[in-house]
């Protein structure tokens, strides 16, 4: 009886997601006859409005969401490096589950450079240190790097880093010492090479870490330690 429930309920959560993505396929489909959509992202909602139509199976639908984000993160990256939708997608995750800790930390650390967009990683960075995650303290250390390399905002750059650094989990000794050298503005390339080594080694996302690997090579320090990176 219990097995039964189970394959029953996942039925009912299948038919629930993709039912949610047929409808909105044939919503773009009208959209479509004034902007043209890529048959690619016919699955992509328009803005986490769609919730009430995924009878409660939003955080399902946003898990499905994020695999097609990575797919098509992965792809782009090794063809033409374009990324027009990369942006929208992490929005519409984020908002659809807030708990989802790896959509926060890709779109906090990618989102800028890889879209040129580094209001909207200050955007998702903010949205994640609001929410109840346990790993807090490395959204607010990425804000602060975030508020550093893009905004030349020191100051909060070092609040940002120095309240990580009061959050549990967080090696404490390292970040104060960074928060420090950053409120006492250090050498800016030597300080950005650190952040990026200090981001690499603290990231479980294999598409950040790889990402981050191939820039700290590029740096003089990653020249040195190329071949320690894994």
Same mark, same amino acid.
């Given at each position: 009886?219990?097995?039964? =429930?189970?394959?029953?309920?996942?039925?009912?959560? +299948?038919?629930?997601? %993709?039912?949610?993505?047929?409808?909105?396929?044939? &919503?773009? $489909?009208?959209? $479509?006859?004034?902007?043209?959509?890529?048959?690619?992202?016919? !699955?992509?909602?328009?803005?986490?409005?769609? &919730?009430?139509? +995924?009878?409660?199976?939003?955080?399902?639908? /946003?898990? %499905?969401?994020?695999? =097609?984000?990575?797919?098509? %993160?992965?792809?782009?990256?090794?063809?033409?490096?374009?990324?027009?939708?990369?942006?929208?997608?992490?929005?519409?995750?984020? &908002?659809?589950?807030? !708990?989802? @800790?790896?959509?926060?930390?890709?779109?906090?650390?990618?989102?800028?450079?890889?879209?040129?967009?580094?209001?909207?990683?200050?955007?998702?960075?903010?949205?994640?240190?609001?929410?109840?995650?346990?790993?807090?303290?490395?959204? #607010?250390?990425? +804000?602060?790097?975030?508020? !550093?390399?893009?905004?030349?905002? @020191?100051?909060?750059?070092?609040?940002?880093?120095?309240?990580?650094?009061?959050?549990?989990?967080?090696?404490?000794?390292?970040?104060?010492?960074?928060?420090?050298?950053? !409120?006492?503005?250090?050498?800016?390339?030597? $300080? /950005?090479?650190?952040?990026?080594?200090?981001? #690499?080694?603290?990231?479980?996302?294999?598409?950040?870490? &790889?990402?981050?690997?191939?820039?700290?090579k590029e740096t003089p320090i990653g020249g040195s330690r190329g071949n320690d990176l894994h």
């Amino acid at each position: 009886m219990r097995r039964k =429930k189970i394959v029953f309920a996942i039925a009912i959560l +299948l038919c629930a997601v %993709f039912g949610g993505i047929i409808f909105f396929q044939n &919503r773009l $489909s009208v959209m $479509s006859k004034t902007f043209q959509v890529p048959p690619s992202m016919a !699955y992509l909602p328009e803005s986490e409005k769609i &919730r009430p139509w +995924l009878l409660g199976f939003h955080t399902a639908f /946003a898990d %499905f969401l994020w695999i =097609k984000t990575t797919l098509y %993160f992965g792809s782009h990256l090794l063809g033409d490096r374009q990324f027009p939708w990369l942006v929208h997608m992490v929005d519409i995750v984020t &908002r659809l589950n807030p !708990y989802f @800790y790896p959509a926060f930390e890709f779109g906090g650390l990618l989102v800028p450079e890889i879209c040129n967009n580094p209001v909207a990683g200050r955007i998702i960075l903010e949205r994640g240190v609001c929410a109840p995650l346990e790993k807090k303290w490395k959204l #607010y250390f990425y +804000l602060g790097m975030l508020q !550093y390399k893009y905004f030349n905002d @020191y100051e909060k750059a070092a609040l940002c880093i120095a309240t990580a650094a009061q959050l549990p989990g967080a090696p404490k000794d390292k970040l104060s010492s960074i928060a420090e050298s950053i !409120y006492k503005k250090a050498s800016p390339s030597r $300080s /950005a090479d650190k952040l990026l080594m200090f981001m #690499y080694a603290t990231s479980e996302n294999p598409e950040v870490r &790889r990402y981050l690997r191939d820039k700290i090579k590029e740096t003089p320090i990653g020249g040195s330690r190329g071949n320690d990176l894994h």
